[in-house]
């Protein structure tokens, strides 16, 4: 399971915003994937990566920590019942 941090990019784990910015942006990163996309097959090779890119051209960087993470967790389920 990854974290998906742009539309049709994921990472193979969870990313936690340090940044410090608040409110909401929209930006677009030009990258080359990693891996093709469905009906996508041909890749240029010469483009950065999204890691590349995010630091490139954002400014960003991803650092792997290890750190914890709130997850719930779900231990008993019933049947609703009956009103």
């Keep these: 399971m990854g974290t998906r941090v742009a539309n049709n990019v994921e990472v193979d784990r969870p990313v936690l915003d340090q940044t410090g910015l608040t409110g ?10 990693q891996r093709p996309n469905v009906g996508n097959s041909q890749l240029d090779p010469s483009g950065p990566t999204f890691l590349e890119a995010l630091k490139n051209q954002l ?6 920590q290890i750190g914890s993470l709130d997850i719930p967790v779900i231990d008993h389920v019933e049947e609703p019942s009956p009103n």
Excluded: A
């Design 24 to 33: 909401k942006y929209d930006f677009v990163i030009e990258f080359t994937p």
């Design 59 to 64: 400014g960003l960087k991803l650092v792997p």
